[in-house]
């Protein structure tokens, strides 16, 4: 079974950068035609796909989000990193990991709260 973990800080102080990993178990994020990707949902509001990763190593991003988001990997331990930089009060929102198979997300981590405020 596929499984999908988010950690990282649950509050970022405005104009940092956010750094949330992915932890994944059951399967590879090297193998088969998958996507590894990152979505949140701000309070209030729908959810957002923010990029994601193929299992070459290929990113893609989001456009309105491209200029400050990265997304890494480990190979090693199987992890999938996203970092988001300058943040402001408006990226306060439910970050979620996911994998994307068939154009599709069909295994989500429990999503993680992450609180931009001084």
């Known amino acids: 079974q596929v499984q999908l973990r988010e950690s990282g800080p649950g509050l970022v102080k405005p104009s940092q950068t956010l750094s949330l990993t992915c932890t994944v178990s059951g399967a590879s994020i090297t193998a088969n035609y998958d996507f590894w990707s990152w979505l949140r949902q701000p309070p209030g509001k729908g959810l957002e796909w923010m990029g994601a990763?193929?299992?070459?190593?290929?990113?893609y991003y989001s456009p309105s989000l491209k200029s400050r988001t990265s997304i890494s990997r480990d190979t090693s331990t199987n992890q999938f990193t996203l970092q988001l930089s300058s943040v402001t009060p408006e990226d306060t929102a439910v970050y979620y990991c996911?994998?994307?198979?068939?154009?599709?997300?069909?295994?989500w981590g429990q999503g993680t709260q992450v609180t931009v405020s001084s």
């Open positions: 990763m193929a299992t070459d190593g290929t990113t």
């Open positions: 996911a994998r994307t198979h068939s154009w599709a997300e069909d295994y």
